[in-house]
């Protein structure tokens, strides 16, 4: 038996195998022919629905298988599982359908990178790109509010970079004093004053408590006076937010926008009903009154606003090293990966 006869019996095989290629109906080939006339599979494609998404968005994919004779047909998910489905920034599905990380740093670089491939042959696969989109970023990110026992402070940093998809990048961390570090991104379209609101408001004092209601007159008396109600409490100071902007990109502060101010002052409490006059008696004449209600309490003061944003600026070569991202090493890898890139564009 010679080698090309044992080579074309092994690609037959391939097509038909179960552990090969998908089966396919033959009403599903472009070409008309029956799963006999087929031969190996040859070639994979994938088609996203979209070009571009954000992070934390799924997508959504087919995939074409295109065989010997040339036919395409499109994967069914139940074919998957025999192929191999690996991502970069993404994770695939048994379905097919891919999750994205939700951190737009680690998607800067790499985009969200999709690869299928034959499990019996990883040569035969196929590669896509899906650009990471910065368009679903929330507008503002809230900080815990300023209360008595908790003031808020935070820092915003901002750096530029060089990207692979736009012609540059603001990656802007919000860095609360007490709290999990939030990473954005902003591409150019998005590049315009106050892009980016990082609220940090003092806490709204409480309402004053109500008065007590007058108790009721007995026979022939009077009724007794509601109490005031309890002043509000006053709110508190807004927090305190500050900026850390890369030197060579002093315009990077026009993108932020603080908003800190004070907590309104409580509703003062609301005054104590009078008590109802009591009831005449066939004994004797008389006219009793309804006692006096309760004034309301006097509204609270409003906080005052936090400190106005100070900004400190820092080298590009040093700006990210104080940062708290700085020392995790996803985060860092791929902040380093943004600096070569941006060096070498330079």
Not at 156 to 176: K, Q, T
Not at 305 to 318: C, H, N, Q, R
Request: charge should be neutral; proline fraction near 8%.
């Amino acid at each position: 038996m010679n080698k090309a006869f044992i080579r074309s019996a092994a690609l037959v095989c391939l097509a038909g195998c179960a552990a090969g290629a998908p089966h396919v109906s033959p009403a599903t080939s472009s070409s008309g022919k029956g799963a006999a006339d087929r031969r190996e599979v040859r070639d994979l494609a994938i088609i996203p629905a979209a070009k571009s998404v954000c992070p934390g968005q799924p997508i959504t994919v087919r995939y074409q298988a295109v065989l010997g004779d040339g036919s395409r047909v499109d994967l069914t998910s139940s074919d998957l599982s025999r192929f191999t489905l690996r991502g970069i920034a993404a994770e695939p599905s048994a379905t097919g359908s891919w999750s994205t990380n939700a951190n737009p740093l680690e998607s800067a670089v790499s985009g969200f990178r999709l690869s299928i491939s034959l499990a019996t042959d990883p040569g035969v696969h196929a590669d896509t790109v899906i650009i990471p989109s910065y368009a679903c970023q929330r507008p503002a990110i809230g900080l815990p509010v300023s209360d008595r026992f908790n003031d808020t402070k935070a820092k915003v940093r901002l750096g530029v970079f060089a990207s692979p998809f736009y012609d540059s990048i603001a990656v802007a961390v919000v860095e609360p004093e007490a709290g999990v570090p939030i990473t954005m991104i902003i591409d150019p379209s998005h590049m315009r004053a106050r892009a980016l609101v990082v609220s940090a408001p003092g806490k709204a004092g409480a309402a004053g408590g109500a008065g007590n209601p007058g108790n009721d007159g007995g026979p022939c008396e009077n009724g007794g006076d509601g109490t005031d109600g309890d002043p509000g409490e006053a709110g508190q100071r807004g927090g305190q937010v500050d900026l850390v902007i890369q030197a060579e990109a002093a315009w990077l502060e026009s993108l932020v926008a603080v908003m800190n101010s004070g907590g309104h002052g409580g509703a003062g409490g609301r005054g104590g009903r009078a008590g109802r006059p009591g009831g005449r008696t066939s004994e004797a004449t008389c006219a009793p009154k309804a006692g006096r209600p309760g004034r309301a309490g006097q509204p609270g003061t409003d906080g005052s606003s936090g400190p106005y944003p100070k900004t400190t600026k820092e080298p590009g070569a040093l700006l990210w090293h104080g940062s708290p991202i700085w020392f995790d090493s996803a985060a860092r890898a791929n902040l380093e990966q943004l600096i070569e890139l941006s060096a070498r564009r330079k």
